[in-house]
């Protein structure tokens, strides 16, 4: 299991957060895209109230990579306003970064 990613790694990562959400990184591709409440809060989180953040599901363009390190909140700067501002995204702390397999395009 990877436990740092950078804003200069490249690859597919799955990012698993202490709230139970999940975060879906192409370093390569420059996107993120996240899913709420996709797995069981871990013990120390189950008293948050869990939110659905704007554009869940989406795949929104990942502008820099701050920060990602197992045991500590993440934080990416995304694209999520139509006016372009960027907006940082900070994330509950992370239980676990997996490797994905590359997507290939199908002719």
């Given amino acids: 299991m990877t436990q740092e990613l950078s804003n200069d790694d490249l ?22 895209e996240r899913h709420g409440s996709v797995n069981a809060p871990i013990p120390e989180f189950q ?24 045991g500590e909140s993440a934080q990416f700067w995304i694209q999520i306003r139509e ?9 509950s702390p992370v239980v676990s970064i997996e490797a994905l397999p590359p997507v290939t395009s199908e002719d």
């Fill in 11 to 32: 690859g597919r990562f799955l990012i698993s957060t202490a709230t139970g959400s999940q975060y879906v990184l192409d370093l390569t591709g420059r996107t993120m």
């Fill in 83 to 91: 006016d372009h501002v960027p907006t940082l995204r900070t994330t």
């Fill in 47 to 70: 008293v948050v109230e869990l939110t659905q953040l704007r554009r869940d599901g989406d795949v929104l363009d990942l502008l820099m990579v701050v920060s990602c390190i197992v």
